[in-house]
C-alpha cells in the first residue's frame, strides 16, 4: 500500500505562512484524489483541500483565499501553501491518498500563535 509522509509543519505567527509537502511512494497518479485534512484537539478530522487526478481543486470554506493545493506527478509530490494563517488553523495536517481505499499520513503539526 502506499505510503504517505508529510512535511513542513511548525510553529508560525498569524499572519505568517507554512507550506506543507506530502510524498507519495507511488504514483499520485493512480489515485482519483489527494487531499489534505486536519484535525485539532476535540474536534473531527475535516477536509481542508482537495485535488484530483485532472487538477480539479475545492477547499473548506474557512481556507479559501488562503491556502493553495498543487500537485507535482512527476515527484509524486502534492503540496499545501498556506497564507495568512490564524490561531484556528492550528491542528494535525494529514495527507490523504483516495483510490479504492484512502490512504493516511502520519500528519504533521501545525501551530498558529496570535
Known amino acids: 500500500q502506499v505510503q504517505l509522509v508529510e512535511s513542513g509543519g511548525g510553529l508560525v505567527q498569524a499572519g505568517g505562512s507554512l507550506r506543507l509537502s506530502c510524498a507519495a511512494s507511488e504514483s499520485i497518479n493512480s489515485f482519483n484524489r489527494m487531499g489534505w485534512y486536519r484535525q485539532a484537539p476535540g474536534n473531527q478530522r475535516e477536509l481542508v483541500a482537495g485535488i484530483t487526478s485532472g487538477g480539479s481543486t475545492n477547499y473548506a470554506d474557512s481556507v479559501k483565499g488562503r491556502f493553495t493545493i498543487s500537485r507535482d506527478s512527476a515527484k509524486n509530490l502534492v503540496h499545501l501553501q498556506m497564507n495568512s494563517l490564524k490561531p484556528e488553523d492550528t491542528a494535525v495536517y494529514y495527507c490523504?491518498?483516495?483510490?479504492?481505499?484512502?490512504?493516511w499520513g502520519q500528519g504533521t503539526q501545525v501551530t498558529v500563535s496570535s
Open positions: 490523504a491518498a483516495d483510490g479504492l481505499f484512502r490512504f
